[in-house]
């Protein structure tokens, strides 16, 4: 077994719709916000964990390749040519068994760039806070009582780093399937990223992302990853 190479894809994401990804509410007062986005402990900024790009990746590959658990658990198998636990890991478990390698996809976390930095800073200034609330009604259709919520939202318009490695590992003496599982699951991941969007609520029109740029060791990809097709669709 050896590192062929990596695949490294960097870039700028931007939302189209306010962010919901929920940090802790161990400070919230009583009468405030019960619903607070992560932020880095150090700097107060809003940032993206990778944890929620990878986990929402994985969540949506499952999907696409048929692998969905019958009680709803994450999938690992003992599958020397799984796509989902070949890209993204598999229990340990599962991993005793199985000489597959490590898990190919680094999903780092996306930080504010510069510009989005000075607009939530200047927000912050104007409003007292460089996010949003978003109040949300839910009604009983009985009685019509409603009962109202709230949730902070990183806004609209703010943009993010983007960063994923992907490790080509030839345990096959050919390396043939680690370089095709790149496109197949992880850059097939992005697209459905784009379909889907990221964070909680995004039924709710939460998340709704798109890249601004997009490369991979130098060479543009935002295009073949936008105009990607999945299951028929090309949106």
Same mark, same amino acid.
């Given at each position: 077994m050896r590192l062929i190479e990596f695949k490294d894809i960097v870039g700028t994401v931007r939302l189209k719709t306010g962010l919901r990804v929920g940090g802790s509410t161990d400070t919230i007062e009583i009468g405030g916000n019960d619903s607070p986005v992560i932020r880095n402990p150090k700097t107060g900024e809003v940032y993206i964990?990778?944890?929620s790009i990878k986990g929402k990746m994985r969540y949506l590959t499952e999907w696409l390749e048929g692998k969905i658990d019958p009680k709803g658990n994450v999938h690992s198998c003992g599958d020397l040519e799984c796509p989902v636990c070949r890209v993204f890991g598999r229990s340990a478990n599962d991993s005793k068994h199985c000489l597959g390698g490590p898990t190919r996809i680094?999903?780092?976390?996306?930080?504010?760039?510069?510009?989005?930095?000075?607009?939530?800073? &200047? %927000?912050?200034?104007?409003?007292?806070?460089?996010?949003?609330?978003?109040y949300e009604n839910s009604i009983n259709r009985l009685t019509s009582e409603a009962h109202p919520r709230n949730n902070e939202r990183v806004p609209a318009g703010t943009k993010f780093t983007f960063n994923i490695s992907y490790k080509v590992l030839d345990i096959d003496d050919d390396g043939i399937i680690d370089i095709e599982l790149f496109e197949k699951v992880v850059l097939k991941g992005l697209k459905a990223l784009l379909l889907e969007g990221i964070g909680g609520g995004v039924s709710r029109g939460n998340g709704q992302i798109e890249f601004? &740029? %997009?490369?991979?060791n130098g060479e543009d990809i935002r295009e073949k990853v936008t105009n990607m097709k999945i299951g028929g669709l090309n949106v």
């Open positions: 964990p990778g944890s680094i999903v780092r976390d996306a930080y504010l760039v510069e510009e989005s930095k000075d607009d939530l800073r &200047e %927000l912050k200034n104007k409003t007292g806070s460089d996010t949003e609330i978003k601004l &740029e %997009l490369t991979c």
